[in-house]
């Protein structure tokens, strides 16, 4: 899968544009980021995007979807390895019955997209946990140790 490289400046630029356009544009599979500072308090959030490339159309070629519309659900079967999509399995497993278990939305335990991350960087500790975009400290206290009994499932 390819990836795409952005830098955006942490004050007064409009670089995160073209940023935002490339997201809405594509079918993301994952985002890494960080912010990597300068001595003067400059620096800048880098930012690297995995997609799906598309061979029917260039980037130059928008394919924003029209309002109303939904894109198709990313299957994760294609995106991902088998060992890794194993791993995913049991991740959306246990949100389930996390999720289950409160009344709420899977999604709102976490998404696919950050299961897809815990799955690709096989996570073992809640450091790794806290390096998902999205999964914050209310997220690793409240669900962080039974997402981690991962590696305890057949």
Sequence with gaps: MPFR????PA????????????LEQNRIVQIDREFVGAAQGGGHWAFCVEYLADPARTESEPTKPKPGTRRPALDYREVLDSETFAVFAKLRQIRKQLADAEGVPPYSVANNGQLSGMATNRVATEADLRAIAGFGETRLAKYGAD?????DLP
């Design 147 to 151: 997402l981690l009994k991962w590696r």
């Design 5 to 8: 490289f952005f830098q955006v």
């Design 11 to 22: 004050y007064g630029d409009d670089a995160e544009n073209a940023l935002n356009q490339f």
